[in-house]
């Protein structure tokens, strides 16, 4: 089984060496998802803590929304990173 592997693993390590593995449209797009789901996990707990605070007291709604905006500045940065690359 190894001896069958092992042609196969040194052509494609020949392939590799030649090109990268992924084209740079499909990396970019990658690097925006990756970032996106980022966001979305951090806004997870952000916005739940956010929405007891503001629960309890309505004067913290300007901190809520601004602490809850926040991880979406991780998207802007990939998308400038992107559109500057």
Do not use: K
């Not at 970032?35 to 309505?58: H, K, Q, T, V």
């Amino acid at each position: 089984m190894i001896e069958a592997i092992e042609p196969l693993m040194t052509a494609l390590q020949n392939e590799t060496a030649s090109s990268p593995a992924i084209t740079a449209d499909a990396a970019a797009a990658l690097s925006v998802g990756i970032a996106a789901f980022a966001a979305g996990y951090a806004e997870r707990g952000i916005g739940s803590a956010a929405m007891g605070a503001i629960a309890e007291d309505e004067d913290l709604f300007v901190n809520g929304l601004v602490l809850t905006v926040l991880p979406e500045t991780l998207v802007i940065l990939a998308l400038v990173v992107v559109f500057a690359a």
